[in-house]
């Protein structure tokens, strides 16, 4: 039984493939494997451990319809043309849960960064201009008793909401497909129309799988209808929001500031004006990296492989038909 990995991981969960008679193999080289390479090595391979973005569209499943399992080292599988796994037989794995912490710290903490103009007033420490502060100089704006708007009410947005209203009282309304019922009794969150979440959101952090229905779902259109005054977050993919309407919204005042853990495309182009921008805080998709979160989900996406190399129903699968 081999496993090909695309990326370094945790070494606990090498251990715990190996321990159960998996041969694992990580590629070495720092850079993405290009399709025809991932598609050469995993002909190898009974197994594919995926850390990173590498997409598994039909093309690559139609040549590598072999594969037993294929774990995906992310809660997020928007990488992969889940119905063709399925119609292959091809159970596919994901690690939900373990990284809501780490992902609604990340949110949390764009949305502190952005309110105080941190990371743009620490750029002007390093640039030598900390210089004369008068009192209305560097001002910020306060997330005490504001609205947080949620889209993409589950676990990482319920954590986001439970930290917010602790720290700082805010009021949580959202939007989803679905009621949260628990976080409607948990936080008294309330359930708004995505307009309404637009119009009354000071905060609105994104928490959405991207998907056709979210793709670009923050446009200008989106940010127009936001208070001038509003913060968006997004910690959850570059794709739900359009850049270049991110940019031209804040630039003429539409709305106040934008923090992101996530960009499109990815990596953030180093001359991209989101960079320069008082208001605005971006971090290079860090949102589960702590030792805690990446163990913890090598490990389920270990799991998830010994399991499908066992012919046994994954831990999480994300496509729980290919059983039936
Ligand atoms: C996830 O798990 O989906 C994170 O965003 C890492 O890609």
Redesign the pocket.
Known sequence: MKVFVTRNIAPEAVQLMEEAGVAVTQWQERRELEPEELIGHCMHYDALLVA??SKIDRQFLQVCHHLKVIA??????DNVDVDAASEYGIPIG??PGV?SAA?AETAFLLMMAVSRKAFYMHRRIINGEWGFNAPMDNLGISLQGKTLGIFGLGKIGMELARKSIAVYDMKVIYHNRHHNEEAEAKYDAEYVSFEELLQRSDVLSVHAALTPETKERFNMDAFRQMKSTAIFIN???GGIHNEQHLISALNSGIIWGAGLD?TNPEPMLPDNPLLTMPTVAVLP?I??ATVETRTA?ALIAARNVVAGLHSEPLPHAVNPEVYS
């Open positions: 990173g973005k995906l080292h992310s809660v997020g599988y994901n690690t990284l992902t910690a959850a993919r996530v998709h949102g589960s989900m």
